[in-house]
């Protein structure tokens, strides 16, 4: 039965293709995408989650300084977390920008400047453009991040002299790789409401996985979780959910997004001395045992998943019968099959020596609109990339709380269209196939409709 229904949605998706290239496509979808909705809310200061702590407060605020700090190779302040010697930008806050700190890419991309920061020679990879997304470079012959830019030529990395990758021939960046096979890209994931996704028990994945599982077979949708090599469980952070936790994930981001070594990652990625930070000591982020406050003993890496795990999760537009309506249809067409509208978190974090739960996080409704699994997305999609179980062109199902206010989609990027991003998610393997179809078969209102559903969000 199975292999019937998948026959049945490659056979659809080429159907799809075969009206795109007809133009047939235009005709079906007169809906637009309004575009990214605005707020009142857009470039303030991020927002704490509600029922916070004086203490937890104190923490977020502590780690938004932190995530916001832009960083220097050596420090006049004796900071011994020296950016580089290879890294992609020099502060957490430049990635994640977008509607305020703590968000996605942000519209105008500031990578540009961050590659001649300090007096660096580095040149701009071609696929990094005012107007697009930040990208990372990873190669699909080895897997692994190539950082863009080298402090070579900085002010502050006096006798540097490492090359940048090389990253030609170039392209024109339409198929998601340009002109050369090898590199693929990942832009930033959305950290609002993280902490949620992170105090969400292991059990209320599985219990949700195994739900609507008829359907979800007649759809051809059969997604599975990414685990830990160590202990087995469910990790859920990353394009491919890749990292267990925010802690993992502030540890690796500094070191590879950064090059500023931790005591998760103490090995640094270059270690030419001439390129090294303050005193050329390792790891570069580390505890302070002589702080006189509660916050200072902190790493940065802690301080970065602090922030993140306190972080408010996005708030959605208020309704109108467009987006209710819309709203209705998402679950109709099937796009609900992967995207869970909401996951309860459990008990969460401990609250100091009383043991207490924080009540932030706990038994709070996370409205993510993601079941936290690795779905195949077809060749369309596929970056070559294994991470984990995760394979070639399998990816987390992506949460679209707060997607209204997103500039860019998809894992690398390549569209800031809504309708676009649908009709992406349809190609030969995908598990979306029979879900692209049945949007397209609407009719231009309920499309409309269904598309102002999402920017509501």
């Known amino acids: 039965m199975r292999r019937n229904y998948t026959a049945i949605h490659v056979i659809c998706a080429a159907l799809l293709f075969a009206l795109s290239a007809l133009g047939a496509t235009a005709a079906l979808a007169q809906a637009i995408d309004p575009g990214v909705r605005q707020a009142a809310t857009?470039?303030?200061?991020?927002?704490?989650?509600?029922?916070?702590?004086?203490?937890?407060?104190?923490?977020?605020?502590?780690?938004?300084?932190?995530?916001?700090?832009?960083?220097?190779?050596?420090?006049?302040?004796?900071?011994?977390?020296?950016?580089?010697?290879?890294?992609?930008?020099?502060?957490?806050?430049?990635?994640?920008?977008q509607p305020f700190v703590g968000g996605s890419s942000p519209a105008i991309n500031p990578l540009s400047a961050v590659a001649s920061a300090g007096g660096?020679?580095?040149?701009?990879?071609?696929?990094?453009?005012?107007?697009?997304?930040?990208?990372?470079?990873?190669?699909?012959?080895?897997?692994?991040?190539?950082?863009?830019?080298?402090?070579?030529?900085?002010?502050d990395a006096p006798g540097c002299n490492i090359a940048q990758p090389v990253f030609t021939p170039a392209g024109n960046g339409l198929s998601g790789r340009g002109g050369n096979p090898n590199i693929v890209f990942r832009i930033p994931t959305p950290l609002l409401g993280?902490?949620?996704?992170?105090?969400?028990?292991?059990?209320?994945?599985?219990?949700?996985?195994?739900?609507?599982t008829l359907i979800k077979g007649l759809f051809g949708v059969s997604g599975r979780p990414n685990r830990s090599g160590n202990d087995g469980t469910i990790t859920r952070f990353?394009?491919?959910?890749?990292?267990?936790?925010?802690?993992?994930?502030?540890?690796?981001?500094?070191?590879?997004?950064m090059g500023i070594s931790n005591l998760l990652f103490p090995q640094e990625r270059d270690e030419t001395p001439a390129c090294q930070g303050t005193g050329n000591l390792t790891p570069n982020d580390t505890a302070t045992f002589a702080s006189t406050t509660a916050t200072d003993v902190l790493s940065d890496m802690e301080g970065f998943a602090d922030f993140m795990r306190t972080l408010a999760a996005p708030a959605p537009a208020q309704p109108t019968a467009s987006s209710e309506h819309g709203r209705a249809l998402f679950t109709i067409v099937g796009c609900?099959?992967?995207?869970?509208?909401?996951?309860?978190?459990?008990?969460?974090?401990?609250?100091?020596?009383?043991?207490?739960?924080?009540?932030?996080?706990?038994?709070?409704?996370?409205r993510l609109f993601s079941d936290l699994l690795l779905h195949r997305m077809g060749a369309g999609?596929?970056?070559?990339?294994?991470?984990?179980?995760?394979?070639?062109?399998?990816?987390?199902t992506a949460p679209l709380w707060g997607v209204g206010q997103r500039v860019f989609f998809l894992h690398d990027g390549r569209t800031s269209n809504l309708i676009q991003a649908i009709r992406f998610h349809a190609s030969p393997g995908s598990e979306a196939n029979l879900v692209v179809w049945n949007y397209f078969l609407l009719g231009s209102q309920d499309q409309q409709d269904l598309i102002n559903f999402l920017r509501s969000l």
């Open 238 to 257: 990353g394009w491919k959910a890749q990292n267990k936790s925010l802690l993992l994930f502030s540890g690796e981001a500094y070191n590879v997004e």
């Open 120 to 155: 660096a020679t580095n040149a701009v990879p071609w696929f990094i453009v005012q107007n697009g997304p930040i990208r990372e470079a990873r190669f699909v012959s080895d897997g692994g991040v190539h950082d863009l830019f080298v402090v070579t030529g900085r002010s």
């Open 381 to 396: 999609l596929a970056d070559g990339i294994t991470q984990g179980a995760a394979g070639p062109d399998e990816f987390r």
């Open 336 to 366: 609900a099959l992967c995207h869970t509208p909401a996951l309860t978190t459990g008990p969460a974090i401990g609250n100091g020596d009383e043991g207490l739960a924080s009540a932030a996080l706990s038994n709070q409704q996370a």
């Open 42 to 97: 857009d470039n303030g200061p991020p927002p704490p989650l509600t029922g916070l702590t004086t203490d937890e407060r104190t923490f977020f605020d502590d780690g938004l300084e932190r995530f916001s700090s832009v960083k220097l190779v050596r420090s006049t302040s004796g900071d011994n977390s020296g950016l580089g010697p290879r890294f992609n930008s020099n502060q957490c806050s430049s990635c994640h920008l």
């Open 194 to 212: 993280a902490g949620l996704i992170e105090a969400i028990p292991e059990s209320t994945i599985l219990d949700n996985a195994r739900a609507n």
